[in-house]
T-cell receptor, first 114, second 111 residues
């Protein structure tokens, strides 16, 4: 079990640019989640996948945000035309399917939009 | 929007003392989980309590759940400096598999 891996760890970009983050979940896990966390707050749910199907998406996720999990393994989160308000920690987590299965989090990608 | 709200927002105690954190939530849940987060890191799962359970223990952790009051508490006994972290409750409703996190309690354990 190598844990959930996220890349890059840090990303600094200029407003208006597009960014893409990658998440490699624990290989046996079929659920994958994306959360966003700002300083001093709890993680906010963005979206989750069961295998390759995106089953739920937050209203927070504007049309500038898109997530994919093409083969049910790794996932990417893309933000188009970044804004300063997008600056946050983006966390990925994975789990088994059972209702009581805990989430295993990666260490996140910290995005700074200048 | 946050489903759970933790209280207090921040807590500072001496090593060896007990720390109690509370969580309130708004809607019916399937289960409630507690997570810990060290600064700049991801969250780590601590303990899960199901809606039909009232109390659960794991090592120095004790969790209670009162579904009539829509509240939970996390007790850490005999705290250590290494327990310094932020603690979050998270709830899962029957209608969804997503976890909704509260705003967290920042715990400082002074050596």
């Amino acid at each position: 079990d190598t844990g959930v891996s996220q890349n890059p760890r840090h990303k600094i970009t200029k407003r208006g640019q597009n960014v893409t983050f990658r998440c490699d979940p624990i290989s046996e896990h079929n659920r994958l989640y994306w959360y966003r966390q700002t300083l001093g707050q709890g993680p906010e749910f963005l979206t989750y996948f069961q295998n390759e199907a995106q089953l739920e998406k937050s209203r927070l996720l504007s049309d500038r945000f898109s997530a994919e999990r093409p083969k049910g393994s790794f996932s990417t989160l893309e933000i188009q035309r970044t804004e300063q308000g997008d600056s946050a920690m983006y966390l990925c987590a994975s789990s088994f399917s059972g209702e009581g299965s805990p989430l295993h989090f990666g260490n996140g990608t910290r995005l700074t939009v200048t | 929007s946050q489903q759970g709200e933790e209280d207090p927002q921040a807590l500072s105690i001496q090593e060896g003392e007990n720390a109690t954190m509370n969580c309130s939530y708004k809607t019916s849940i399937n289960n409630l989980q507690w997570y810990r987060q060290n600064s700049g890191r991801g969250l780590v799962h601590l303990i899960l309590i199901r809606s039909n359970e009232r109390e659960k223990h794991s090592g120095r952790l004790r969790v209670t759940l009162d579904t009539s009051k829509k509240s939970s508490s996390l007790l850490i006994t005999a705290s250590r400096a290494a327990d310094t972290a932020s603690y979050f409750c998270a709830t899962r409703m029957d209608s969804s598999y997503k976890l909704i996190f509260g705003s967290g309690t920042r715990l400082l354990v002074r050596p």
